[in-house]
């Protein structure tokens, strides 16, 4: 049996990080025309975060089925 609320949790997670970040820079953008250091790097980890929330699943899905059969 899956865990939905956790893989929900964890989807929601991956989405919010990556709005949050893409709203910051585009604040930063706005207000000093340019995006510091620490910024890029928050925006790298998110979306590192991220595409390893949503690749695993895919991953472990994937080896799954391969086993199953």
């Known amino acids: 049996m899956e865990n939905t609320h956790f893989k929900v949790s964890q989807y929601a997670c ?3 990080l990556i709005v949050s970040s893409i709203a910051l ?3 930063q953008v706005v207000s000093i ?3 510091a250091a620490g ?3 928050y925006v790298a ?3 590192l975060l991220a595409g390893s929330i949503f690749g695993l ?3 472990v ?3 799954s089925q391969r086993y199953r059969k």
Request: hydrophobic share 50%; net charge negative.
């Open 14 to 16: 991956a989405v919010l």
């Open 25 to 27: 820079v585009a604040y």
């Open 33 to 35: 025309e340019d995006v």
């Open 39 to 41: 910024l890029l790097y």
């Open 45 to 47: 980890q998110s979306f």
């Open 57 to 59: 699943e895919q991953y």
């Open 61 to 63: 899905r994937i080896i």
